[in-house]
């Protein structure tokens, strides 16, 4: 398909993951297709998602994605089930980015560098001559009577289709400043309350303070709401200035957000010693307390808890630092294995968006087609990825989700526009509009580029276009020649 500088099949709006995996589906199914950012280069986030690593997507069964997503599950089945997590890994490996699993099932690139998926998909893009436009900032999206966006310099561009991925308020500073919300608002979408999502956890216990920097491995954590539990995970947790932050921290926050940004506060719980039970907690204390029975209690924990962590767990069993161990009670061995298997903290808040990885919220799914993603209010405009009411906990399901529904909404967009293209072609090429009565007559119509011969009994019409013969009488016309979508409907 011929392309003009300002006119294109898809044009895609965001030049992130959900982008350029849409444009590389539409380009794909032979389609003029042109990316607009508004950054100096392509996937300034996902250059740093995974701490640079890129986290890419998650090797769990397909079917095991949809309890790892937050808001909205249902809507991604045809997403998933169309390009789903070994489909991405599939088409990575295929552009030359070897890839390996780790712990938990999460995908890395072998070289533990984002910028080798981002180099992957550049040149997929090059390859299938998808036009690329940095420092493109659009103002305004179009939608009728010709889908397309007016750009910030005055310019403006055409599309059959107009594919809006262009995230969420999540790391201000790549970009994501929220654009296509108010154009989704704009065509009448709704767009649910936005949050920081992915996030770290605000305490209001100075004792948090005490810890910045330690760094927990192998813990159980869990966040109540009263009496509901809320979350319940395992594996690393880190201390910070303000309160906790690490991988199950984030992944503890979309469960919490909503209510946090309500005022409500939380109580997050941190059992130490998960592998252990209370008795034999108490146990291992006993040997330790019995091994140096005129030490200082405080100058003994260390052998159980990292040093940073003794004073604190000391305070909060309401022990003196400097008791000996011959005179530690069994009451108070009981508190110090409470705080050990229970250590309770009052969560406030969330961190903003600048610490965000990912948004909570975002355009309201029940107006998207989930089958195509183009929007039920505004035929021929799409949108994927982080734009939509659509987020996931840490281990690559984010992503996985920006390339599935990326993937699902340039190919969808590209075959509805070749569909068109090929009827406006007919409608071109046609001219005939053309009655004949009687038994035996004969005309010639040139459609497509084809000259078919038709003899005719009784009373036809030629449709301009589809090349149609209607029989009232009920005939069949005898045909000579054969043509696409001649003599499709009236009986033959």
């Known amino acids: 398909m011929t392309k003009t500088k300002n006119k294109y099949d898809v044009l895609v709006i965001g030049g992130g993951a959900a982008g350029m995996m849409a444009a590389a589906a539409a380009a794909a199914e032979g389609c003029s297709v042109c990316?607009?950012?508004?950054?100096?280069?392509?996937?300034?986030?996902?250059?740093?998602?995974?701490?640079?690593?890129?986290?890419?997507?998650?090797?769990?069964?397909?079917?095991?994605?949809?309890?790892?997503?937050?808001?909205?599950?249902?809507?991604?089945?045809?997403?998933?089930?169309?390009?789903?997590?070994?489909?991405?890994?599939?088409?990575?490996?295929?552009?030359?980015?070897?890839?390996?699993?780790?712990?938990?099932?999460?995908?890395?690139?072998?070289?533990?560098?984002?910028?080798?998926?981002?180099?992957?998909?550049?040149?997929?893009?090059?390859?299938?001559?998808?036009?690329?436009?940095?420092?493109?900032?659009?103002?305004?999206?179009?939608?009728?009577?010709?889908?397309?966006?007016?750009?910030?310099?005055?310019?403006?561009?055409?599309?059959?289709?107009?594919?809006?991925?262009?995230?969420?308020?999540?790391?201000?500073?790549?970009?994501?400043?929220?654009?296509?919300?108010?154009?989704?608002?704009?065509?009448?979408?709704?767009?649910?309350?936005?949050?920081?999502?992915?996030?770290?956890?605000?305490?209001?216990?100075?004792?948090?303070?005490?810890?910045?920097?330690?760094?927990?491995?192998?813990?159980?954590?869990?966040?109540?709401?009263?009496?509901?539990?809320?979350?319940?995970?395992?594996?690393?947790?880190?201390?910070?200035?303000?309160?906790?932050?690490?991988?199950?921290?984030?992944?503890?926050?979309?469960?919490?957000?909503?209510?946090?940004?309500?005022?409500?506060?939380?109580?997050?719980?941190?059992?130490l010693k998960p592998a252990i039970t209370r008795q034999q907690l108490d146990q291992r204390l006993i040997r330790e307390l019995g091994g140096a029975p005129n030490k200082q209690i405080k100058n003994i924990l260390g052998a159980v808890y990292p040093a940073k962590m003794v004073p604190v767990v000391l305070a909060m069993a309401d022990m003196d630092p400097e008791t000996f161990a011959h005179s530690v009670t069994k009451e108070q061995r009981g508190r110090i294995g409470e705080v050990t298997k229970a250590m309770a903290f009052t969560v406030t808040g969330t961190r903003g968006f600048e610490e965000a990885i990912i948004t909570r919220g975002g355009i309201a799914t029940g107006k998207v087609n989930p089958s195509t993603m183009e929007s039920r209010l505004a035929e021929n405009i799409y949108f994927a990825g982080e734009v939509l009411d659509l987020d996931a906990v840490t281990g690559g399901f984010n992503l996985q989700i920006a390339w599935s529904t990326g993937y699902l909404a340039g190919m969808s967009a590209a075959k509805k526009i070749k569909k068109i293209n090929r009827q406006e072609k007919r409608h071109e090429t046609c001219h005939c509009d053309r009655r004949t009565r009687g038994s035996g007559k004969k005309y010639h119509c040139k459609t497509g580029g084809k000259r078919v011969r038709i003899y005719i009994r009784g009373h036809r019409r030629h449709v301009p276009g589809y090349g149609t013969v209607f029989s009232p009488e009920g005939h069949r016309p005898r045909r000579h020649g054969v043509h696409d979508g001649l003599l499709q409907r009236g009986g033959y």
């Open 35 to 271: 990316i607009l950012e508004k950054n100096e280069k392509l996937g300034k986030k996902l250059f740093i998602t995974g701490k640079g690593r890129c986290n890419l997507t998650n090797a769990c069964d397909t079917e095991e994605l949809f309890p790892h997503v937050c808001s909205n599950a249902r809507f991604l089945y045809s997403s998933f089930y169309t390009f789903g997590n070994f489909a991405v890994m599939d088409f990575f490996e295929k552009l030359g980015v070897p890839l390996k699993t780790e712990r938990g099932g999460r995908v890395f690139p072998v070289s533990d560098h984002s910028s080798d998926i981002i180099r992957g998909l550049e040149r997929e893009l090059k390859r299938l001559d998808v036009d690329v436009r940095l420092h493109a900032k659009v103002k305004k999206l179009t939608a009728a009577p010709r889908p397309g966006a007016v750009l910030e310099d005055g310019s403006a561009v055409e599309a059959g289709a107009v594919i809006v991925a262009t995230g969420g308020l999540s790391y201000p500073s790549t970009g994501s400043t929220g654009d296509g919300y108010q154009w989704a608002r704009d065509m009448g979408h709704k767009v649910t309350d936005c949050l920081p999502s992915l996030v770290p956890l605000k305490i209001e216990e100075q004792t948090a303070a005490m810890l910045q920097g330690l760094s927990l491995k192998n813990v159980e954590i869990w966040v109540k709401d009263g009496k509901k539990e809320l979350y319940r995970g395992f594996g690393e947790m880190l201390f910070t200035h303000f309160g906790v932050s690490g991988p199950l921290i984030l992944s503890a926050s979309p469960h919490c957000t909503s209510l946090l940004a309500d005022g409500k506060k939380l109580r997050l719980y941190i059992d």
